[in-house]
């Protein structure tokens, strides 16, 4: 099974709500990453937290780690028409080298 | 400009045939991963190559063949011993073998069995 899973699956939202996301991981991790991906496009990072910090935030970005609960979180503030996409969570294991895992994602949209 | 290329964008095979997806990168990095993404789901390795030369068996390599003969260049064979190659193909790079850091993607290519 995947390292990491997104829940919700999908979340459908007004133009200036938030949005949060959540994703949980089974191992240790070295790091956590968020990327999004737009229909039919490559993936484009967002944000990276690593296994020693707890939040970071970047522009209307913002993420949380809980090591403990092996839990993460992205939270995107004053959602735009533009944020539609899909975001995925990857982990980076201990003693992986330098490969990620991806969860299944969650297919956000945005109605303006 | 810096960056990833995938090439062809869109390919269709017959079934039975080998087909290579390119992936070229200009951003000198060492490390090189191919991905699989089925419809409504995430990504999954394939392969990977962290130095010229070498590469390893990611987590569904079964029916795929790649080679690294260059850094810059790491293309991957669909064998027609892959039994549902139809699928959403994406590579991408990073900087420092052995080290994690953010992965960047191309624009992907997206393969079609008739």
């Known amino acids: 099974s995947q390292q990491g899973e997104e829940d919700p699956q999908a979340l459908s939202i007004q133009e200036g709500e938030n949005a949060t996301m959540n994703c949980s991981y089974k191992t240790s991790i070295n790091n956590l990453q968020w990327y999004r991906q737009n229909s039919g496009r490559g993936l484009v990072h967002l944000i990276l937290i690593r296994s020693n910090e707890r939040e970071k935030h970047s522009g209307r970005l913002r993420v949380t780690l809980d090591t403990s609960k092996k839990s993460s979180s992205l939270l995107i503030t004053a959602s735009r028409a533009a944020d539609t996409a899909s975001y995925f969570c990857?982990?980076?294991?201990?003693?992986?080298?330098?490969?990620?895992?991806f969860g299944g994602g969650t297919r956000l949209m945005v109605k303006p | 400009d810096g960056g990833i290329t995938q090439s062809p964008k869109y390919l269709f095979r017959k079934e039975g045939q080998n087909v290579t997806l390119s992936c070229e990168q200009n951003?000198?990095?060492?490390?090189m991963y191919w991905y699989r993404q089925d419809p409504g789901q995430g990504l999954r390795l394939i392969y990977y190559?962290?130095?010229?030369?070498?590469?390893q068996k990611g987590d569904i390599a079964e029916g795929y063949s790649v080679s690294r003969e260059k850094k810059e260049s790491f293309p991957l064979t669909v064998t027609s011993a892959q039994k549902n190659p139809t699928a959403f193909y994406l590579c991408?790079?990073?900087?420092?073998?052995?080290?994690?850091?953010?992965?960047?993607f191309g624009p992907g290519t997206r393969l079609t069995v008739l």
């Open positions: 990857a982990t980076a294991r201990h003693n992986a080298g330098n490969m990620l895992t």
């Open positions: 991408a790079s990073n900087g420092l073998a052995g080290y994690t850091d953010t992965q960047y």
């Open positions: 190559s962290q130095i010229v030369n070498d590469f």
């Open positions: 951003l000198n990095h060492d490390a």
